[in-house]
C-alpha cells in the first residue's frame, strides 16, 4: 500500500520489509541500514522515483538515531542510488549513475540500482581484426575476433547501443554470451582488470535515436573502453552510445601527495 505526499508517492511500509538493525553486531548501525536500504532498491520493493519516508520518521521507525538514517542515506546518494529533491525529500534515482572509476559491467550496474538488465541483439559474428581494432587491441593482423552488436536495456528502458569486439580465444563461442559478456569472460578466467575508457559528447544519429527512443540529435555519450587482461594483453574494445538524458558518469578525484 502506498500514499502520496505534495504529489509524489512514499512507500510507508518500507520498514516492515527492512530486516532489523543490530546494535550488538560489529557493523555499525548506517552501515546495516545502507545494506537495508540497497537491498530495497535492489529486489525492487522501492524502485525509480519512489520516496522514502522521512528521515525523522524513518529514525522513529527503526529507533536508531537520526545522525545514523543521514549517514546511510549520503552514501547511497553519493553511489547515485537515492537523490534529494530540496522541499520534496529522498527519491531513489531514476536517472543512472556509472563511476567511471570501477570497471563493472552494464549488467552489475543495472542490478546493484535495482533495474532489470537485458540485451536485444543487433548481430553476432566471428570475424578477424579490422586495422582500428589491430591497432587498439595490439594484436596482429588476421587475428580472430568475436563482435557483438546490442542494445541495452534496464527493465524496459533502452539505455545505450553497445558495439563490442573480443579476441576469440578468449570466449568458447559466439554463443557463450547470453545477458553479460564480462560474466561470459569471467567463466573463462578473461574477465579484464582494467581498462582505459574514453568518454565522448556526441549528437544522436537518427538511426540512434530511434533505437534509443530519443530524437534524433538529442545529447549522447560515446564510451570507448579497451579491457586488459593481468598479463597486460587487451581483450576487450567496445564502442557505447548511451542517452545523455538518463546516464551519468561520475568519478571521485583526489589531490596527489
Same mark, same amino acid.
Given at each position: 500500500m502506498v500514499c502520496t505526499i505534495q504529489g509524489e508517492k512514499v512507500l510507508p511500509t518500507l520498514t516492515q520489509v527492512l530486516p532489523p538493525l543490530d546494535d550488538t553486531s560489529?557493523?555499525?548501525l548506517y552501515q546495516q541500514l545502507q545494506r537495508a536500504l540497497r537491498g530495497a532498491i535492489e529486489s525492487g520493493v522501492i524502485g525509480p522515483d519512489d520516496a522514502l519516508p522521512p528521515e525523522r520518521d524513518l529514525a522513529e521507525m527503526l529507533k536508531v538515531s537520526r545522525i545514523t538514517v543521514r549517514k546511510a542515506i549520503d552514501?547511497?546518494?553519493?553511489?547515485?542510488?537515492?537523490?534529494?529533491?530540496?522541499?520534496?525529500?529522498?527519491?531513489?534515482?531514476?536517472?543512472?549513475e556509472k563511476n567511471f572509476a570501477k570497471l563493472t559491467s552494464f549488467s552489475e550496474d543495472m542490478r546493484a540500482r535495482g533495474r532489470e538488465p537485458r540485451s536485444v541483439w543487433m548481430n553476432r559474428a566471428a570475424g578477424t581484426v579490422t586495422p582500428e581494432e589491430s591497432l587498439t587491441l595490439r594484436s596482429s593482423p588476421g587475428t580472430p575476433v568475436f563482435r557483438f552488436h546490442r542494445i541495452r536495456y534496464a527493465d524496459d /528502458?533502452?539505455?545505450?547501443?553497445e558495439y563490442a569486439t573480443v579476441i576469440a580465444t578468449s570466449l568458447p563461442s559466439l554463443e557463450s554470451v547470453e545477458s553479460s559478456l564480462y560474466e561470459a569472460l569471467e567463466t573463462t578466467g578473461n574477465r579484464p582488470v582494467r581498462a582505459l575508457q574514453r568518454l565522448r559528447a556526441v549528437l544522436l544519429t537518427a538511426e540512434q535515436a530511434k533505437l534509443l527512443k530519443a530524437q534524433e540529435r538529442d545529447a549522447g555519450l560515446l564510451v570507448a573502453?579497451?579491457?586488459y587482461l593481468k598479463d597486460g594483453r587487451a581483450v576487450e574494445f567496445s564502442q557505447s552510445f548511451y542517452r545523455g538524458?538518463?546516464?551519468?558518469?561520475? /568519478?571521485?578525484?583526489?589531490?596527489s601527495s
Open positions: 560489529a557493523q555499525p552514501e547511497l546518494v553519493e553511489d547515485g542510488l537515492l537523490i534529494r529533491k530540496q522541499g520534496s525529500g529522498t527519491f531513489v534515482s531514476n536517472r543512472v /528502458a533502452p539505455m545505450a547501443i573502453r579497451v579491457g538524458d538518463i546516464y551519468d558518469f561520475v /568519478a571521485e578525484l583526489n589531490t
